[in-house]
Protein backbone atom coordinates (compact mmCIF):
# COMPACT_ATOMS: atom_id res chain seq x y z
CA UNK A 1 0.00 0.00 0.00
CA UNK A 2 1.25 3.87 -1.16
CA UNK A 3 1.22 5.94 2.27
CA UNK A 4 1.64 9.73 1.18
CA UNK A 5 3.29 12.14 3.14
CA UNK A 6 1.20 14.27 5.49
CA UNK A 7 -1.03 16.51 2.99
CA UNK A 8 -1.64 19.89 4.05
CA UNK A 9 -2.56 21.80 0.57
CA UNK A 10 -5.15 22.12 -1.44
CA UNK A 11 -4.14 20.62 -4.95
CA UNK A 12 -2.93 16.88 -3.44
CA UNK A 13 -5.52 16.34 -1.56
CA UNK A 14 -8.13 17.27 -4.10
CA UNK A 15 -5.98 14.58 -6.35
CA UNK A 16 -6.50 12.24 -3.31
CA UNK A 17 -10.26 12.69 -3.35
CA UNK A 18 -10.43 12.30 -7.18
CA UNK A 19 -8.88 8.84 -6.88
CA UNK A 20 -11.13 7.11 -3.77
CA UNK A 21 -13.78 8.59 -5.35
CA UNK A 22 -13.50 5.85 -7.94
CA UNK A 23 -12.56 3.31 -4.88
CA UNK A 24 -15.97 0.84 -3.14
CA UNK A 25 -14.75 1.96 0.55
CA UNK A 26 -12.48 4.31 2.25
CA UNK A 27 -11.79 3.92 5.53
CA UNK A 28 -11.69 7.13 7.76
CA UNK A 29 -10.54 8.01 11.00
CA UNK A 30 -9.99 11.34 12.96
CA UNK A 31 -7.86 12.86 16.00
CA UNK A 32 -9.25 15.22 17.96
CA UNK A 33 -9.31 17.54 20.98
CA UNK A 34 -12.26 18.27 22.93
CA UNK A 35 -11.21 18.24 26.44
CA UNK A 36 -11.77 22.22 26.91
CA UNK A 37 -14.35 23.17 24.09
CA UNK A 38 -17.79 22.61 23.29
CA UNK A 39 -17.18 21.54 19.91
CA UNK A 40 -14.67 19.02 19.12
CA UNK A 41 -11.75 20.74 17.76
CA UNK A 42 -10.85 18.36 14.70
CA UNK A 43 -6.70 18.06 14.39
CA UNK A 44 -6.31 15.50 11.31
CA UNK A 45 -8.07 13.11 9.64
CA UNK A 46 -6.57 9.96 7.77
CA UNK A 47 -8.41 8.08 4.83
CA UNK A 48 -7.53 4.53 2.88
CA UNK A 49 -8.55 2.71 0.51
CA UNK A 50 -7.14 -0.65 -0.52
CA UNK A 51 -4.45 0.82 -2.28
CA UNK A 52 -3.21 3.97 -1.04
CA UNK A 53 -3.65 5.99 2.85
CA UNK A 54 -2.73 9.70 3.70
CA UNK A 55 -3.21 11.86 6.61
CA UNK A 56 -4.66 15.15 6.10
CA UNK A 57 -4.28 18.03 8.09
CA UNK A 58 -7.14 20.34 8.47
CA UNK A 59 -5.19 22.85 10.62
CA UNK A 60 -3.30 23.70 7.40
CA UNK A 61 -3.25 27.54 6.60
CA UNK A 62 -5.77 27.70 3.68
CA UNK A 63 -6.29 24.28 3.20
CA UNK A 64 -9.37 23.68 0.86
CA UNK A 65 -10.99 20.50 2.87
CA UNK A 66 -14.33 20.17 0.41
CA UNK A 67 -13.20 17.51 -2.00
CA UNK A 68 -12.75 15.63 0.97
CA UNK A 69 -16.05 16.65 3.02
CA UNK A 70 -17.71 16.06 -0.12
CA UNK A 71 -16.40 12.46 -0.60
CA UNK A 72 -17.88 11.77 2.71
CA UNK A 73 -21.11 13.01 2.57
CA UNK A 74 -22.18 13.16 -0.86
CA UNK A 75 -20.95 10.12 -2.49
CA UNK A 76 -23.15 7.32 -2.46
CA UNK A 77 -21.28 5.24 -4.29
CA UNK A 78 -18.02 5.03 -1.66
CA UNK A 79 -18.59 2.88 1.33
CA UNK A 80 -17.13 5.16 4.70
CA UNK A 81 -15.53 2.08 6.76
CA UNK A 82 -14.98 3.31 10.71
CA UNK A 83 -14.33 1.69 13.61
CA UNK A 84 -15.88 2.77 16.71
CA UNK A 85 -17.28 6.00 14.51
CA UNK A 86 -19.60 7.65 16.57
CA UNK A 87 -17.43 10.21 17.28
CA UNK A 88 -15.99 10.91 13.71
CA UNK A 89 -19.48 11.22 12.47
CA UNK A 90 -20.29 13.54 15.43
CA UNK A 91 -17.61 15.72 13.85
CA UNK A 92 -18.27 15.45 10.15
CA UNK A 93 -22.03 16.55 10.76
CA UNK A 94 -20.33 19.78 12.69
CA UNK A 95 -18.76 20.97 10.22
CA UNK A 96 -20.91 20.14 7.11
CA UNK A 97 -24.50 19.57 8.88
CA UNK A 98 -24.13 15.89 6.80
CA UNK A 99 -23.21 12.96 7.90
CA UNK A 100 -21.01 9.98 5.93
CA UNK A 101 -23.26 7.62 3.87
CA UNK A 102 -23.39 4.93 3.42
CA UNK A 103 -22.01 3.67 6.60
CA UNK A 104 -20.35 0.51 7.61
CA UNK A 105 -18.91 0.27 11.51
CA UNK A 106 -16.44 -2.48 12.33
CA UNK A 107 -17.26 -2.19 15.98
CA UNK A 108 -21.03 -2.71 15.07
CA UNK A 109 -20.21 -5.37 12.43
CA UNK A 110 -18.27 -7.76 15.31
CA UNK A 111 -21.82 -7.80 17.01
CA UNK A 112 -23.09 -9.91 15.14
CA UNK A 113 -20.42 -12.29 14.00
CA UNK A 114 -19.31 -12.42 17.80
CA UNK A 115 -20.14 -11.87 21.41
CA UNK A 116 -17.94 -8.91 21.31
CA UNK A 117 -20.35 -5.71 22.94
CA UNK A 118 -17.61 -3.26 22.14
CA UNK A 119 -14.45 -4.68 20.93
CA UNK A 120 -11.60 -2.03 21.27
CA UNK A 121 -9.04 -1.04 18.07
CA UNK A 122 -6.07 -2.94 19.21
CA UNK A 123 -7.97 -5.88 19.75
CA UNK A 124 -9.79 -6.08 16.80
CA UNK A 125 -6.52 -5.56 15.22
CA UNK A 126 -5.02 -8.51 17.47
CA UNK A 127 -8.08 -11.09 16.30
CA UNK A 128 -7.57 -10.68 12.50
CA UNK A 129 -4.03 -9.18 11.64
CA UNK A 130 -2.17 -11.09 14.76
CA UNK A 131 -1.10 -7.35 15.10
CA UNK A 132 0.08 -5.90 18.48
CA UNK A 133 -1.02 -1.84 17.96
CA UNK A 134 1.45 0.35 19.50
CA UNK A 135 -0.48 2.72 21.97
CA UNK A 136 2.21 4.76 22.57
CA UNK A 137 0.88 8.33 20.60
CA UNK A 138 -2.72 7.26 22.39
CA UNK A 139 -3.04 10.67 24.51
CA UNK A 140 -1.01 12.85 22.52
CA UNK A 141 -1.97 16.89 21.99
CA UNK A 142 -2.93 16.44 18.41
CA UNK A 143 -3.46 20.24 18.13
CA UNK A 144 0.12 20.64 18.39
CA UNK A 145 2.10 21.89 15.09
CA UNK A 146 4.62 20.36 13.93
CA UNK A 147 3.16 16.49 14.13
CA UNK A 148 6.15 13.64 14.48
CA UNK A 149 6.67 11.16 12.21
CA UNK A 150 6.04 8.74 14.72
CA UNK A 151 2.88 9.97 15.34
CA UNK A 152 1.64 10.57 11.58
CA UNK A 153 2.33 6.83 11.66
CA UNK A 154 0.24 5.45 14.33
CA UNK A 155 -2.77 7.71 12.70
CA UNK A 156 -1.91 6.49 9.45
CA UNK A 157 -1.71 2.89 10.75
CA UNK A 158 -5.86 3.51 11.96
CA UNK A 159 -6.94 3.25 8.75
CA UNK A 160 -4.34 0.99 6.73
CA UNK A 161 -5.34 -2.00 9.13
CA UNK A 162 -8.76 -1.43 9.07
CA UNK A 163 -8.64 -1.67 5.08
CA UNK A 164 -7.63 -5.32 5.70
CA UNK A 165 -9.61 -6.13 8.28
CA UNK A 166 -12.88 -4.88 6.87
CA UNK A 167 -12.84 -7.12 3.71
CA UNK A 168 -12.16 -9.93 6.21
CA UNK A 169 -15.33 -9.09 8.42
CA UNK A 170 -17.74 -8.61 4.96
CA UNK A 171 -16.33 -12.13 4.27
CA UNK A 172 -17.96 -13.37 7.63
CA UNK A 173 -20.91 -11.83 7.28
CA UNK A 174 -21.44 -13.05 3.98
CA UNK A 175 -20.91 -16.39 5.21
CA UNK A 176 -23.00 -16.21 7.54
CA UNK A 177 -25.53 -14.22 6.18
CA UNK A 178 -25.88 -11.89 8.96
CA UNK A 179 -24.87 -8.70 7.34
CA UNK A 180 -28.37 -7.69 6.79
CA UNK A 181 -29.14 -7.70 10.95
CA UNK A 182 -26.83 -4.50 10.44
CA UNK A 183 -28.78 -2.91 8.21
CA UNK A 184 -30.88 -0.84 10.96
CA UNK A 185 -27.73 -0.50 12.87
CA UNK A 186 -26.00 1.43 10.42
CA UNK A 187 -28.61 3.59 9.11
CA UNK A 188 -28.74 4.88 12.99
CA UNK A 189 -25.16 5.66 13.09
CA UNK A 190 -25.60 7.65 9.66
CA UNK A 191 -28.89 9.04 11.54
CA UNK A 192 -28.01 13.36 11.64
CA UNK A 193 -30.43 13.66 13.94
CA UNK A 194 -28.58 11.39 16.17
CA UNK A 195 -25.36 14.39 16.04
CA UNK A 196 -28.32 17.90 16.33
CA UNK A 197 -27.64 19.46 19.10
CA UNK A 198 -31.19 20.96 19.76
CA UNK A 199 -31.64 23.10 23.38
CA UNK A 200 -34.57 22.64 23.42
CA UNK A 201 -34.88 19.21 24.16
CA UNK A 202 -31.07 18.87 25.80
CA UNK A 203 -32.88 18.39 28.77
CA UNK A 204 -34.20 15.20 28.46
CA UNK A 205 -30.32 13.92 29.09
CA UNK A 206 -30.55 15.04 32.59
CA UNK A 207 -31.88 12.41 35.25
CA UNK A 208 -34.42 14.15 36.90
CA UNK A 209 -36.94 12.36 38.85
CA UNK A 210 -40.80 12.83 38.79
CA UNK A 211 -43.17 14.12 36.01
CA UNK A 212 -44.27 17.38 38.26
CA UNK A 213 -44.46 19.88 34.93
CA UNK A 214 -43.15 22.87 36.91
CA UNK A 215 -39.96 21.02 37.72
CA UNK A 216 -39.75 19.99 34.41
CA UNK A 217 -40.46 22.91 32.71
CA UNK A 218 -37.65 24.85 34.43
CA UNK A 219 -35.34 21.66 33.85
CA UNK A 220 -35.93 22.50 30.11
CA UNK A 221 -35.26 26.01 30.13
CA UNK A 222 -32.03 26.20 32.54
CA UNK A 223 -30.88 23.30 30.25
CA UNK A 224 -31.51 24.89 27.59
CA UNK A 225 -29.43 28.20 28.47
CA UNK A 226 -26.60 25.97 29.31
CA UNK A 227 -26.30 24.89 25.94
CA UNK A 228 -26.27 28.18 24.80
CA UNK A 229 -23.55 29.53 26.78
CA UNK A 230 -21.66 26.17 26.54
CA UNK A 231 -21.65 27.17 22.81
CA UNK A 232 -21.43 30.99 23.30
CA UNK A 233 -18.04 30.26 24.81
CA UNK A 234 -17.16 27.08 23.14
CA UNK A 235 -16.53 25.01 26.80
CA UNK A 236 -17.52 22.00 27.54
CA UNK A 237 -21.35 21.79 28.97
CA UNK A 238 -19.90 20.87 32.34
CA UNK A 239 -17.96 23.49 32.85
CA UNK A 240 -21.10 25.93 33.20
CA UNK A 241 -23.10 23.68 35.45
CA UNK A 242 -23.23 19.99 36.07
CA UNK A 243 -26.23 17.99 35.49
CA UNK A 244 -26.81 17.30 39.09
CA UNK A 245 -26.73 20.82 39.45
CA UNK A 246 -29.38 21.38 36.60
CA UNK A 247 -32.03 19.14 38.42
CA UNK A 248 -31.38 20.76 41.67
CA UNK A 249 -32.10 24.13 40.71
CA UNK A 250 -35.03 22.51 38.96
CA UNK A 251 -36.48 21.39 41.89
CA UNK A 252 -35.56 23.64 44.48
CA UNK A 253 -35.49 27.52 42.19
CA UNK A 254 -33.73 30.30 44.42
CA UNK A 255 -35.83 33.13 45.16
CA UNK A 256 -33.30 35.92 44.53
CA UNK A 257 -29.96 35.87 42.81
CA UNK A 258 -27.77 36.47 45.98
CA UNK A 259 -28.90 32.48 47.12
CA UNK A 260 -26.98 30.88 43.96
CA UNK A 261 -24.27 31.55 46.18
CA UNK A 262 -25.81 28.59 48.64
CA UNK A 263 -25.97 26.95 45.23
CA UNK A 264 -23.64 23.45 45.95
CA UNK A 265 -21.41 23.63 42.35
CA UNK A 266 -22.09 27.28 41.26
CA UNK A 267 -19.48 29.81 41.90
CA UNK A 268 -20.13 32.04 44.47
CA UNK A 269 -19.52 34.79 41.54
CA UNK A 270 -22.81 34.01 40.17
CA UNK A 271 -24.73 36.08 43.07
CA UNK A 272 -24.04 39.33 41.12
CA UNK A 273 -22.80 38.79 37.96
CA UNK A 274 -24.04 38.86 34.63
CA UNK A 275 -24.32 34.60 33.82
CA UNK A 276 -26.23 33.98 37.16
CA UNK A 277 -28.88 37.20 35.89
CA UNK A 278 -29.31 34.96 32.55
CA UNK A 279 -30.12 32.26 35.07
CA UNK A 280 -32.30 33.77 37.01
CA UNK A 281 -34.03 35.16 33.86
CA UNK A 282 -34.33 31.25 32.47
CA UNK A 283 -36.06 30.19 35.53
CA UNK A 284 -38.12 33.21 35.91
CA UNK A 285 -39.24 32.74 32.16
CA UNK A 286 -39.77 28.96 32.31
CA UNK A 287 -43.03 27.55 31.59
CA UNK A 288 -44.59 24.20 32.90
CA UNK A 289 -44.25 21.24 30.63
CA UNK A 290 -47.49 20.82 28.42
CA UNK A 291 -48.88 17.28 28.99
CA UNK A 292 -47.43 16.69 25.45
CA UNK A 293 -44.25 16.70 26.23
CA UNK A 294 -44.12 15.14 29.90
CA UNK A 295 -42.63 11.69 30.24
CA UNK A 296 -44.80 8.63 29.82
CA UNK A 297 -46.57 7.41 32.87
CA UNK A 298 -45.05 3.85 32.66
CA UNK A 299 -41.16 4.56 31.48
CA UNK A 300 -38.85 1.34 30.47
CA UNK A 301 -37.99 -0.83 33.02
CA UNK A 302 -41.48 -0.24 34.88
CA UNK A 303 -41.66 -2.22 38.12
CA UNK A 304 -42.60 -6.01 37.43
CA UNK A 305 -43.52 -6.92 41.21
CA UNK A 306 -41.29 -10.45 42.17
CA UNK A 307 -42.88 -12.70 39.45
CA UNK A 308 -42.16 -10.08 36.50
CA UNK A 309 -38.92 -9.59 37.74
CA UNK A 310 -38.06 -13.51 37.97
CA UNK A 311 -39.26 -14.25 34.45
CA UNK A 312 -37.18 -11.21 33.09
CA UNK A 313 -34.49 -12.91 34.63
CA UNK A 314 -35.11 -16.12 32.88
CA UNK A 315 -35.59 -14.03 29.75
CA UNK A 316 -32.08 -12.30 30.66
CA UNK A 317 -30.38 -16.32 30.70
CA UNK A 318 -32.29 -16.90 27.70
CA UNK A 319 -30.70 -14.31 26.10
CA UNK A 320 -27.04 -15.03 27.25
CA UNK A 321 -27.52 -18.95 26.24
CA UNK A 322 -28.75 -17.77 22.46
CA UNK A 323 -25.90 -15.51 22.02
CA UNK A 324 -23.32 -18.30 23.26
CA UNK A 325 -25.30 -20.84 20.52
CA UNK A 326 -25.14 -18.57 17.75
CA UNK A 327 -21.63 -16.54 17.98
CA UNK A 328 -23.69 -13.17 18.57
CA UNK A 329 -23.08 -10.20 20.87
CA UNK A 330 -26.11 -10.60 23.18
CA UNK A 331 -26.99 -6.50 22.95
CA UNK A 332 -27.59 -6.62 19.23
CA UNK A 333 -30.20 -9.19 20.13
CA UNK A 334 -32.23 -7.57 22.53
CA UNK A 335 -32.01 -4.65 25.20
CA UNK A 336 -32.79 -6.02 28.84
CA UNK A 337 -35.49 -2.93 28.58
CA UNK A 338 -37.06 -5.39 26.28
CA UNK A 339 -37.06 -8.19 28.15
CA UNK A 340 -38.40 -6.45 30.92
CA UNK A 341 -41.47 -5.01 28.93
CA UNK A 342 -41.65 -8.50 27.75
CA UNK A 343 -41.94 -10.33 30.57
CA UNK A 344 -44.53 -6.95 31.70
CA UNK A 345 -47.10 -8.32 29.24
CA UNK A 346 -46.20 -5.76 26.36
CA UNK A 347 -46.13 -7.41 22.81
CA UNK A 348 -46.37 -4.12 20.54
CA UNK A 349 -43.36 -2.20 19.54
CA UNK A 350 -40.65 -4.46 20.76
CA UNK A 351 -37.73 -4.71 18.44
CA UNK A 352 -37.35 -8.58 19.52
CA UNK A 353 -40.62 -9.13 18.17
CA UNK A 354 -40.28 -8.12 14.57
CA UNK A 355 -38.01 -8.64 11.70
CA UNK A 356 -34.92 -11.10 12.49
CA UNK A 357 -34.58 -10.74 15.98
CA UNK A 358 -38.01 -12.40 16.19
CA UNK A 359 -36.49 -15.17 13.84
CA UNK A 360 -33.05 -16.03 16.04
CA UNK A 361 -34.57 -15.19 19.19
CA UNK A 362 -37.83 -13.34 20.30
CA UNK A 363 -39.99 -16.11 19.33
CA UNK A 364 -38.28 -18.32 21.83
CA UNK A 365 -38.25 -15.51 23.97
CA UNK A 366 -42.35 -15.11 23.76
CA UNK A 367 -42.36 -19.18 23.67
CA UNK A 368 -40.66 -18.68 27.41
CA UNK A 369 -43.02 -16.54 28.82
CA UNK A 370 -46.16 -18.09 27.71
CA UNK A 371 -44.66 -21.43 29.25
CA UNK A 372 -43.54 -23.49 26.01
CA UNK A 373 -39.84 -23.79 26.72
CA UNK A 374 -37.86 -24.72 29.65
CA UNK A 375 -34.16 -25.50 30.53
CA UNK A 376 -32.43 -28.64 29.84
CA UNK A 377 -28.60 -29.42 30.75
CA UNK A 378 -27.73 -31.39 28.28
CA UNK A 379 -23.76 -32.75 28.29
CA UNK A 380 -23.28 -30.00 31.09
CA UNK A 381 -24.44 -27.09 29.21
CA UNK A 382 -27.58 -25.39 29.24
CA UNK A 383 -29.77 -25.46 27.12
CA UNK A 384 -33.12 -24.27 25.94
CA UNK A 385 -35.77 -26.85 25.34
CA UNK A 386 -39.78 -26.79 23.48
CA UNK A 387 -41.21 -28.63 26.11
CA UNK A 388 -43.39 -30.26 23.47
CA UNK A 389 -40.27 -31.67 22.14
CA UNK A 390 -39.64 -33.27 26.40
CA UNK A 391 -40.87 -36.55 26.71
CA UNK A 392 -42.77 -36.94 30.00
CA UNK A 393 -41.56 -40.18 31.56
CA UNK A 394 -42.82 -41.61 34.65
CA UNK A 395 -40.41 -43.48 36.93
CA UNK A 396 -40.77 -47.06 37.54
CA UNK A 397 -42.93 -48.38 40.15
CA UNK A 398 -40.47 -50.98 42.20
CA UNK A 399 -42.77 -54.65 42.28
CA UNK A 400 -43.91 -55.37 46.13
CA UNK A 401 -42.20 -58.21 48.13
CA UNK A 402 -44.91 -61.35 49.44
CA UNK A 403 -44.58 -59.70 52.93
CA UNK A 404 -44.85 -55.81 51.45
CA UNK A 405 -47.93 -54.20 51.95
CA UNK A 406 -48.79 -51.01 49.91
CA UNK A 407 -48.06 -47.50 51.72
CA UNK A 408 -51.55 -46.14 52.71
CA UNK A 409 -52.22 -42.89 51.54
CA UNK A 410 -53.09 -40.22 53.84
CA UNK A 411 -56.24 -37.75 53.19
CA UNK A 412 -54.53 -35.12 55.32
CA UNK A 413 -50.79 -34.24 55.99
CA UNK A 414 -50.89 -35.27 59.67
CA UNK A 415 -50.47 -39.50 60.16
CA UNK A 416 -53.28 -41.41 61.85
CA UNK A 417 -53.06 -41.97 65.73
CA UNK A 418 -52.01 -45.80 65.22
CA UNK A 419 -48.80 -44.69 62.84
CA UNK A 420 -47.57 -42.05 65.31
CA UNK A 421 -46.95 -44.98 68.06
CA UNK A 422 -48.49 -45.49 71.03
CA UNK A 423 -46.97 -45.90 74.91
Not at 41 to 53: G, N, R, T, W
Not at 326 to 353: N, T, Y
Not at 378 to 383: A, C, T
Request: net charge negative; hydrophobic share 40%; with cysteine.
Amino acid sequence: MKIHPLINTSQPLAELCARLAKADFICVDTEFMRESTYWPELCLIQVADSEEAAAIDPMAPGIDMTPLLDLMTANEDVLKIFHAGGQDVEIIFNLTGRTPHPIFDTQIAMMAISQSEQIGYSNLCESWLGLVVDKGARFTDWSRRPLTERQIEYAIGDVTHLSKIFPKILKRLIKTGRGAWLNAEMEKLADPEHYRSDPDTVWHRVKAAGRNPAVLGRLKAIAAWREYEAQDKNIPRGRIARDETLADLASHPPKVQADLAKVRGLSAGWKDNEIGRRLMSAIANSQPLPDSELPPKTPRGAPLGKEGALVADLLKLLLKIRSREIDVASRLLARSDDLELLAAGVRKGLPILEGWRFEVFGRDALDLVEGKMAFAVVEGRLKMTHTDDVAVVEPPVPPLADDDEPMPVFASDEAPEDAAGDE
